[in-house]
C-alpha cells in the first residue's frame, strides 16, 4: 500500500514568492496535518485538516494557508516567503481526528529553500 | 542524503547493545506518547505508542517507559543494529487533539 505521498520533493524559491506543497495521504484517512520541520529541531505542528475543515492551527502567520479536498488530498500554501520559511514541510494522515486513536504516518516530505 | 539534525544530543553504540533513549516531556495534561525515527531524507516514522494509563509498552525489540510523575519517557531498544542509526524523536499529544508536540530529537549512532 502507497504511504503518505508529497510533491515536490525538493524546491527552491525567492524571497517573496508564493509556494503550494501537495500531500496524498494513505487510502481510507480522512485527516492530514501539515507540520514545519526546520534543520536540527523537531517537527512543529501547522495545520490540521479532517473531512475538510480545519480542526487545529500553530503558531504560524498567516502567510501560511491549506485546504483539504474532496478526495482527502491537501495543499499547503505559503505566501511572501521569507528565508526562515527553508525547512522540510511534512505531511501526515491518519485515519481519525484524534491523535491517540491512531498514530500519525508521515511523508518524506517537501525540502523548500528560499533564497 | 541531508542530516536530520547537526547539533542534536548523540548516542554511540556497539551493534548488539541495548540503547536507551531518554525525553522529557513539557506538558503535565499530555496523555499521549509516541517515539518517532527519522532516518537522513526521510519523514519520521512510527516507533511505538504509550497512553498516559500505562507505565511500559513493549513492541519488536523496543520499549518504551513513562514515568508520569517526573514527565519522562524513555525508549529501550534491544541488540541495537546499524539500521538502527538514525535520529529518534519523542511527541506528546492530548486526547481531544491531533496536534504532536515532539522533542528536540537523539541521534543514534551504531557501530559494527
Known amino acids: 500500500d502507497a504511504g503518505v505521498t508529497q510533491s515536490p520533493t525538493h524546491l527552491i524559491k525567492t524571497r517573496g514568492q508564493h509556494v503550494t506543497l501537495r500531500c496524498s495521504p494513505i487510502s481510507g484517512h480522512k485527516s492530514v496535518s501539515w507540520y514545519q520541520q526546520v534543520l536540527g529541531q523537531g517537527p512543529q505542528f501547522i495545520f490540521q485538516y479532517y473531512e475538510k475543515e480545519e480542526r487545529g492551527r500553530g503558531n504560524f502567520p498567516d502567510r501560511f494557508s491549506a485546504r483539504q479536498f474532496p478526495n482527502y488530498s491537501s495543499e499547503l500554501n505559503v505566501n511572501a516567503l521569507l528565508l526562515g520559511d527553508s525547512a522540510l514541510y511534512l505531511c501526515?494522515?491518519?485515519?481519525?481526528?484524534?491523535?491517540?486513536?491512531?498514530?500519525?504516518?508521515f511523508g518524506n516530505g517537501t525540502r523548500l529553500t528560499v533564497t | 542524503g541531508e542530516s536530520v539534525g547537526l547539533h542534536l544530543p548523540t548516542l554511540s553504540v556497539q551493534e548488539g547493545d541495548n540503547s536507551i533513549i531518554n525525553c522529557a516531556y513539557s506538558n503535565s495534561a499530555s496523555d499521549y506518547f509516541i517515539w518517532y525515527k527519522q532516518e537522513s531524507g526521510k519523514g519520521p516514522q512510527f516507533i511505538i505508542d504509550?497512553?498516559?494509563?500505562?507505565d511500559k509498552r513493549q513492541g519488536q525489540r523496543v520499549t518504551v517507559l513513562l514515568n508520569k510523575t517526573v514527565k519522562h519517557l524513555s525508549l529501550q531498544i534491544a541488540a541495537t543494529q546499524p539500521g538502527d542509526s538514525a535520529v529518534y524523536f519523542c511527541a506528546e499529544s492530548k486526547t481531544g487533539f491531533q496536534k504532536l508536540v515532539f522533542g528536540t530529537g537523539t541521534r543514534l549512532l551504531v557501530s559494527p
Open positions: 501526515a494522515s491518519s485515519p481519525t481526528r484524534q491523535a491517540n486513536n491512531s498514530p500519525l504516518h
Open positions: 504509550i497512553r498516559s494509563n500505562m
